[in-house]
């Protein structure tokens, strides 16, 4: 499939930056807000059923269809055309991306026991080809939880001239059942750059970035463990995700950072640099030193605060003497590369989050993925994207009782609250250090109903 020619791709990104992402206490996300006011809701159920009397598919076929509501007007519906075949469609997930008017849809499509999630767009007239966003397994998939980040960069088009170029990236977390009747938590970023999806989204199990030892010493509730979400972060560029695990009987929270391709830019042109210092000599470490300090403060102040550019420049210096006392540099390609990596790691360090972790918070390494796109004519060894994963918080994941559970998260990811509904009431546990409260509970009334309690909820939480 040919994703450089789909329309949607081209079409959703406008200019500026932001942040959308759905809120903690909304799953599943089945409606959405757009700007003027209009209410997306998406439905499933048999085509007969959502569309009366037409003839787009058969009536006994499962689809998914958009209702949009706009002020003073009736509510009509949009066939999602690519659930029109034998599939059975679930669990989907609307967003709606303020800057482009987009609404984004993602929902599981089953046929013969196997399960593949799928993602699509709607401009307010057109809708995208969908796009496999995982592998057909035979595991069944949770409601995914979908949270959007852009940013935006400068580049030099074909002509040589300056051009802004833009980039979307949609996470989706999920869950599935694994071979040992256990739900296992999952995230896909899906990247568009500047319009164009890169050719892939790499699949990540959240387990392997929680490295928490030991267990709880109860059984972890299989409801909280199919309960993933994902929420805006302490920025505009960082989301958090947060998940139980049942390995390690922990609910954990990770940040998330889509780290700036200016970074990128920047640490390629220094290993090219480097590699260029040595072509047609063979300099001596201090000398290369001093030069790969220069060039990087030269080309960091292009983009970089200049406190920021000095002290990257000053760190690199250094650390290019750390690597050796010989006088001749005999090959500076693998010199050239560690320089890069150094790089990368300095400023997704500046990047971040520059205090000490807080009381609570985990004291984790952040783990930086490069990913790079799989595209017809892509040089051997593309530019990559950038993206920081960062665990913090984890702690034993709180015992509750039966219910729908819902996870809360504070805007830094340090504090948390676990909730289970009751017959008449919500119960609910705070984080406190790395444990939990006692159980304590919201009575539903006339005047406060269910969606307001989790309001209450998630405010009690966000002010932690």
């Known amino acids: 499939m040919n994703f450089k020619k789909t329309h949607w791709l081209r079409s959703i990104l406008f200019s500026g930056a932001g942040l959308l992402a759905l809120p903690a206490f909304a799953i599943p996300h089945e409606a959405a807000l757009g700007n003027q006011g209009e209410l997306y809701l998406v439905k499933s159920g048999n085509y007969g059923v959502l569309f009366p009397g037409g003839k787009e598919a058969d009536e006994s076929s499962i689809v998914l269809a958009l209702e949009i509501t706009r002020p003073g007007e ?20 609307v967003i709606f991306e303020a800057d482009s008017e987009t609404v984004f849809l993602v929902w599981e499509s089953r046929l013969s026991n196997r399960s593949v999630l799928r993602l699509t767009s709607f401009d307010g007239t057109h809708w995208a080809r969908s796009i496999e966003v995982t592998a057909n397994s035979y595991s069944p998939k949770t409601s995914p939880q979908l949270a959007t980040t852009r940013d935006s960069y400068p580049e030099t088009d074909a002509e040589g001239k300056p051009t802004l170029k833009h980039r979307t990236v949609l ?14 938590a999952f995230y896909t970023p899906v990247i568009l750059d500047d319009g164009i999806y890169i050719g892939w989204n790499p699949i990540f ?40 695990s049942a390995l390690t009987g922990h609910l954990a929270t990770l940040e998330i950072d889509v780290l700036p391709t200016q970074l990128r830019q920047l640490a390629d042109k220094a290993r ?23 060039f990087l403060l030269t080309s960091a102040a292009v983009d970089f605060q200049s406190e920021v550019a000095r002290s990257m420049a000053d760190l690199l210096q250094t650390y290019i003497l750390s690597q050796g006392f010989s006088q001749v540099v ?14 990368i790691d300095l400023g997704a360090k500046f990047s971040g989050r520059v205090l000490k972790p807080a009381p609570g918070e985990a004291k984790s ?47 830094t990811g340090a504090s948390a609250l676990v909730s289970w509904t009751g017959k008449d009431r919500v119960f609910y546990r705070d984080s406190q250090g790395d444990g939990w409260s006692g159980v304590r509970e919201l009575k539903l009334n006339d005047n406060i109903d269910l969606n307001k309690a989790y309001e209450v909820l998630n405010q009690r939480v966000q002010n932690r």
């Open 74 to 93: 009736p509510a009509r519906r949009v066939l999602v055309p690519d659930t029109k075949d034998k599939d059975l469609e679930s669990s989907p997930a």
């Open 171 to 184: 996470h989706l977390t999920w869950t599935e059942e694994t071979a040992a009747d256990l739900y296992e």
């Open 205 to 244: 199990s959240l387990n392997d970035f929680e490295l928490s030892e030991g267990k709880a010493g109860y059984a972890v509730a299989p409801e909280l463990v199919r309960s993933p979400t994902v929420q805006a972060g302490h920025d505009g560029r960082s989301l958090l995700v947060t998940f139980t």
């Open 272 to 294: 090219a640099y480097i590699i260029d210092l040595g072509a047609h000599q063979k300099p001596d470490l201090p000398s290369v030193a001093a030069k790969a300090r220069d």
């Open 330 to 343: 005999d090959d500076l390609k693998p010199l050239a590369d560690k320089a890069r990596a150094y790089i």
């Open 365 to 411: 390494l952040a783990q930086i993925l490069q990913i790079a796109p799989r595209l017809d004519g892509m040089p051997e060894n593309p530019p990559t994207h950038l993206l920081q994963v960062r665990t913090v918080s984890s702690r034993p994941a709180p015992a509750i009782g039966s219910g729908t559970v819902r996870v809360f998260v504070s805007e």
